[in-house]
């Protein structure tokens, strides 16, 4: 089993930056399609943002040009960098590990989360 460690959430200002990092655990992280995913009380799970093993990546509408997802191979890490935070990004943020490129894949994880509320 893939184990994922999510970090980096906080209570931040509208138009501040985070960076939420994904720590995985395993011997087949580089080959994995990675995502970040965002639940807010009252609403369903979303995709944020994803990038594959070939480093195709893709945005969420609501975030794009904002965030940005990256990962380090030799790390095991994926990250999101966070910019021009809104008090409508406020959720908890989940790291998704997908064994695949097509998603849900023959095996898929989920981290715990972490909380990023924006707010005054």
């Known amino acids: 089993q893939v184990q994922l460690v999510e970090s980096g959430g906080a209570l931040v200002p509208p138009g501040g930056s985070l960076r939420l990092s994904c720590a995985a655990s395993g011997s087949s992280f580089s080959i994995a399609t990675m995502g970040w995913y965002r639940q807010a009380p009252g609403k369903q799970r979303e995709l944020v943002a994803v990038?594959?093993?070939?480093?195709?990546?893709n945005y969420a509408d609501s975030v794009k040009g904002r965030f940005t997802i990256s990962r380090d191979n030799a790390k095991n890490m994926a990250y999101l960098q966070m910019n021009s935070l809104k008090p409508e990004d406020t959720a908890r943020y989940y790291c998704?590990?997908?064994?695949?490129?097509?998603?849900?894949?023959?095996?898929?994880?989920w981290g715990q989360g972490t909380q990023v509320t924006v707010s005054s």
């Open positions: 998704r590990y997908c064994s695949d490129e097509v998603c849900p894949g023959r095996y898929n994880y």
């Open positions: 990038i594959t093993s070939g480093r195709s990546v």
